[in-house]
């Protein structure tokens, strides 16, 4: 008897992936290998686990992992490197996750032999980009599974009704029409559609999961250390971190005074504008600390270019392109500019906002000789400027004849 063909799914246990795991089964006769990663959403994989097994996947089958350490280290601490904000705003949060999952199911279905992954995201979005384009890049040869862009299951009635037949667990919760849809990781939270769907309206307060509102948030602030080594947070008042566990110290902090949310009408990848709203505490906290301590210790130069490349390298992770010469370019230059940039950012967090107070490095680059107002004892010749202004001047002197 040949043996049935194998698909690695990226499973969650929720209801969409519950059936996308049946409809595999049933209407494409394939084997399903179950991946569920823990990257900090904060939810029990025990479930996940039960329901692939409910669902007649093998225990060999079903691989359930923390890849939160990995996940901050390796994708979110690099992104953080250079400041990354996609449209201005977005800390890329959803974005920054795909590519960690695409590499683990392709390791998996290296690992089982499987020639086809398969995933959950719709075909209105941006993470079917974001998935199969790191999936492409990591295997060429692999085949993919789309089941939105390929079942008439179009409706959540339809899910429903697919899930009743085949026997498939529906959560109360998910019976009838829920308010919104969530994403989550360690670094943010993301909620979109629904009640969500028109800008025009207010986010009520109840889509917030992830921090308190500013308004009732503690009336004293908090005052907090980080210290940064290479570009990277490594403490926080003194005491040493791992990176998923730093991150989750200061999402304690952002959660507690309110700080990190964003409502943004986004332009997604396929062409559309969406919007979302995100909470990203811990990483809202981070990026004013880095930049705070980048403002010593990094020359004017080196600043001012990562500040040009950035929008691009966002665009990069924002379209799924992690696993790519472009990104992997920009990550040299990126992480070189970060050799010096250590030392300790305190910061004041009070009702949503995020203060640097105070900055000092072994590396700073600021002199306190050059910029003092009194005496610098010839340190800084002030009528150097003069040379200076006058060749900037030149060509704006002759425009000015010409024109006047």
Known sequence: M????????????GLDTSVILKWLQTELD?????????????????????KALLLGIKPEHIFIEDLTEEFVKDYVFPMFRCNTVYEGQYLLGTSIARPLISKRLIEIADIVGAETISHGATGKGNDQVRFELAAYSLNPDIKIVAPWRQWDLNSRTKLIDFAEK?????????????PFSVDSNLLHTSSEGLILEDPADEAPEYVY??????????????????????????????????????????????????IGRLDLVENRFVGMKSRGVYETPGGT??????????????????????????????????????FTPERDLLQTLIDKSQHAVEGTVKLKLYKGNVAVVSRSSLKSLYSKRLV?????????????????????????????????
């Open 2 to 13: 040949a043996q049935k063909k194998r698909v690695v799914l990226a499973f969650s246990g």
């Open 30 to 50: 394939y084997e399903v290998v179950c991946f569920t990663a823990d990257l900090g959403q904060g939810e029990e994989l025990q479930a996940a686990r039960d």
């Open 166 to 178: 085949h026997q498939i667990p529906i959560a109360a919760s998910k019976v009838g029409e829920p």
């Open 209 to 258: 999961q992830r921090t308190n509102n500013p308004e009732t948030a503690p009336d004293k602030p908090d005052y907090i250390k980080i210290d940064f080594k290479d570009g990277d947070p490594i403490k926080i008042d003194d005491k040493d971190y791992s990176p998923a566990k730093l991150l989750q110290k200061l999402n304690d902090f952002g959660r507690l005074h309110g």
């Open 285 to 322: 906290i981070l990026l004013r600390a880095h930049r705070a301590i980048e403002s010593l210790t990094l020359d004017s130069g080196s600043a001012h270019l990562k500040d040009d490349i950035m929008p691009r390298y966002a665009e990069l992770i924002y379209n799924g392109l992690w």
């Open 372 to 404: 003092t107002f009194e005496d610098d004892e010839g340190y800084y010749n002030q009528s150097d400027a003069e040379g200076f202004i006058k060749l900037k001047a030149l060509r704006l002197r002759e425009l000015a004849r010409r024109d006047k």
